[in-house]
């Protein structure tokens, strides 16, 4: 039996978790407050900031795990990069979790590797960001170095833009960098996740591209697969691979790319589940978490099924404790729908609360009139 130490508790980690246990595995779930959705199905659960150094070194020392599973980017990645040196090992590697908690660094990588990135620039000041946006080209995207679900990101369309999308963006970062970047604004026709598997013995799988819609900077709904040419795909995963290789290590990453009309661009990168691939709960007969599970302990993969799937998110629209939902009875009442709510404790507006799934034909409408069924109160 595997002990698995996973930091970060939110919805993604509850699937992870369930997947986990399903193997045998002994899970420690870890977040900043108590009763996160991890924490709910896990055999014991640490309240703590990971990125307070002190209870992170003293969980690790505490559980001694064998696998160390971050699900969020604001950990104190320095203490993994020290206790990988020590014989601890972190999925997919120190050095991932490292790279991918700051947009910068993982975008430096992607650059160095020759990858396809939209022009963007670095800026520690209002004043340098209307230079560099300036230097791009209006619109620009404005995005923390370090955030999570899109918080921060806006879209500055002139100059006039610039202060209140540098205010929006430390308002949303995490962790202590006072860092945005700019990026030049993409006319793409549809964004993709491509789920890229690193297997120990090291082949490289990947799920159907999945298409989804942001608003505000975090995901709204998605659906798999997505139409593309096979050229594109074979782009994209071209792309993945190359990235996820000199990051190392296994388990499942979730590759974003931009697609227009006449090319691929990596967007972003993260080293675990991604939140658009929730729709692979019900598109796939091994979904997303069930994949990283098995990637990071090392158990084949047989070949990944996919059949016509969309999800779509429920979210609240005030703060509060103690939610209630209503409309779940009507939402399943549909063939082929499922929901999944996620059990935290509390709300706040546009907080991702539940998520419906629906597979077959017609999966991405049925999702949506689903989710728009289900209201949360408080």
Not at 20 to 34: E, F, P, T
Not at 257 to 282: A, C, N, Q, Y
Request: with cysteine.
């Amino acid at each position: 039996m595997k002990k698995i130490l996973l930091l970060g508790s939110g919805e993604l980690g509850k699937e992870f978790v369930i997947s986990a246990k399903r193997l045998g595995c002994h899970v420690i779930a870890c977040d900043s407050y108590a009763g996160a959705p991890a924490m709910q199905v896990a055999d014991e659960f640490c309240v703590f900031s990971m990125l307070d150094e002190a209870p992170l070194r003293a969980a690790i020392a505490k559980y001694q795990p064998d696998l160390i599973v971050p699900e969020i980017e604001a950990i104190r990645t320095e203490v993994l990069l020290d206790v990988e040196k020590q014989g601890f090992e972190v999925i997919p590697s120190a050095r991932a979790a490292n790279l991918t908690m700051n947009r910068d660094r993982i975008r430096d990588v992607a650059v160095g590797l020759g990858v396809r990135t939209a022009k963007f620039s670095y800026a520690e000041s209002a004043e340098e960001l209307m230079a560099r946006a300036t230097e791009i080209g209006f619109p620009v995207v404005i995005k923390p170095v370090m955030s999570s679900s899109g918080k921060g990101q806006s879209v500055a369309k002139t100059a006039a833009d610039i202060q209140a999308s540098w205010d929006y963006a430390c308002a949303g970062m995490r962790g202590d960098r006072q860092k945005v970047i700019a990026e030049e604004f993409i006319h793409f026709e549809f964004e993709i996740t491509l789920l890229t598997v690193r297997q120990r013995h090291g082949q490289t799988l990947f799920c159907p591209p999945i298409g989804h819609v942001q608003e505000r900077g975090d995901y709204q709904y998605s659906w798999q697969p997505q139409g593309m040419k096979p050229e594109q795909i074979q782009a994209a995963q071209d792309m993945a691979e190359k990235v996820t290789t000199d990051l190392g290590g296994a388990g499942l990453f979730g590759v974003e790319f931009f697609v227009t009309k006449d090319e691929v661009i990596f967007s972003e990168l993260s080293p675990r589940p991604h939140d658009t691939g929730m729709v692979t709960l019900i598109s796939q007969n091994l979904s997303e978490f069930d994949l990283h599970a098995r990637a990071v302990l090392g158990l084949p993969i047989p070949v990944i099924e996919c059949v016509e799937g969309a999800s779509a998110v429920v979210l609240a629209d005030k703060e509060g404790k103690d939610p209630k939902f209503t409309g779940v009875e009507a939402a399943l009442s549909e063939p082929g729908v499922d929901v999944r709510i996620f059990g935290k404790p509390t709300t706040r507006p546009y907080r991702r609360m539940a998520v419906a799934l629906a597979k077959g034909p017609g999966a991405l409408e049925r999702a949506r009139n689903a989710a728009a069924q289900i209201h949360v109160l408080v």
